[in-house]
């Protein structure tokens, strides 16, 4: 009952304009999947289909498949962790030019041990997301763009001052390298969710990028809390100050506190999630402060509408 809610409601906004919408709506009631009411009762009166793009802010589209991008960066890294092996080639491909992705092998976790029943847990919620933005999104779902897990990871690393130069850093070696490599995307990705979701104008979208940010939040509670029982303290702090050097000059990302006084939940005075805008994201997602469209993670860019960083 809710997948059919879902899609008919989505469908109302799942393309990047217009005309598409009309052929996925047109294409939905050939293929049975809804009623013709259901359609005529979602599909957006002409006047305001697109009253967000035209008002200058992205369209909820733009929104989910800028998220999209990120879901395959956190997939891909999850999944090689686990498996050795990404994503299924049947969800990769979409709009925009699809990618490659280089680096990331199977870590040798101790069988069995907490991190890695909490990494197997983890990529399959990541695999999920990405099935269902896409299913969600339809037709107008990006393409998974090229992703870099090896040398981005070095030079996060060397920013952070975890390396020197000449050095290499890979997340995939151990398990503690591996929570080190997980600390940098998951509390961006938080961040990400928070500050998108203003934005969101559809309540079905609204509603499904929250059920993603409690997720995603679970996921940091788990690598922030498995990283303090470790000692990890000095490396945290060092990845946050340099998230922090990347997406601005305000102080606003947080470690994991000190061996005294632990800081698990990274939260404003008000106890409430920070925001990121997509611009902040992607300086972090490029390791770069200024503003580009490509680098890091993501060495062609990211696919879709929003897909440059800020300039700090």
């Excluded at 047109?26 to 967000?52: C, E, I, M, Q, W």
């Excluded at 395959?72 to 999850?78: D, G, T, V």
């Excluded at 979701?197 to 940091?220: M, R």
């Amino acid at each position: 009952m809710f997948e059919q809610k879902f899609i008919t409601t989505a469908m109302a906004r799942s393309a990047e304009n217009t005309l598409d919408r009309r052929k996925l709506f047109s294409a939905a009631a050939a293929a049975g999947l809804v009623g013709t009411g259901a359609l005529l009762s979602a599909a957006p009166a002409s006047a305001h289909s697109d009253r967000d793009e035209h008002k200058g802010a992205p369209s909820d589209s733009s929104i989910l498949n800028f998220a999209l991008n990120l879901e395959y960066l956190e997939a891909e890294f999850y999944l090689r962790a686990v498996t050795g092996r990404g994503l299924a080639d049947s969800l990769t491909d979409g709009r925009g030019k699809k990618g490659w992705v280089t680096g990331g092998r199977k870590v040798p976790f101790t069988r069995g041990s907490l991190i890695h029943k909490y990494a197997i847990e983890i990529a399959a919620d990541e695999k999920a997301h990405v099935r269902f933005l896409r299913s969600a999104l339809g037709k107008a779902a990006v393409a998974r763009p090229r992703i870099d897990l090896d040398a981005s990871f070095t030079a996060a690393a060397l920013a952070a001052g975890l390396i020197t130069a000449g050095q290499t850093f890979s997340p995939f070696k151990d398990e503690t390298s591996f929570l080190l490599g997980a600390f940098i995307f998951e509390d961006v990705g938080v961040t990400a969710y928070k500050g998108a979701a203003p934005f969101i104008d559809n309540k079905t979208y609204l509603e499904a990028a929250a059920g993603i940010l409690a997720v995603e939040a679970y996921h940091a509670g788990i690598i922030r809390t498995t990283m303090y029982a470790r000692g990890l303290q000095a490396p945290a702090q060092a990845i946050s100050n340099a998230r922090d050097s990347l997406d601005g000059k305000t102080d606003l990302d947080q470690g994991i506190g000190t061996a005294k006084v632990a800081n698990l939940v990274p939260a404003d005075a008000n106890a409430l999630a920070f925001s990121r805008t997509t611009a902040q994201v992607l300086n972090i997602a490029y390791l770069n402060p200024k503003s580009v469209t490509s680098g890091g993670f993501f060495p062609h860019g990211v696919n879709g509408k929003i897909n440059r960083s800020g300039s700090n």
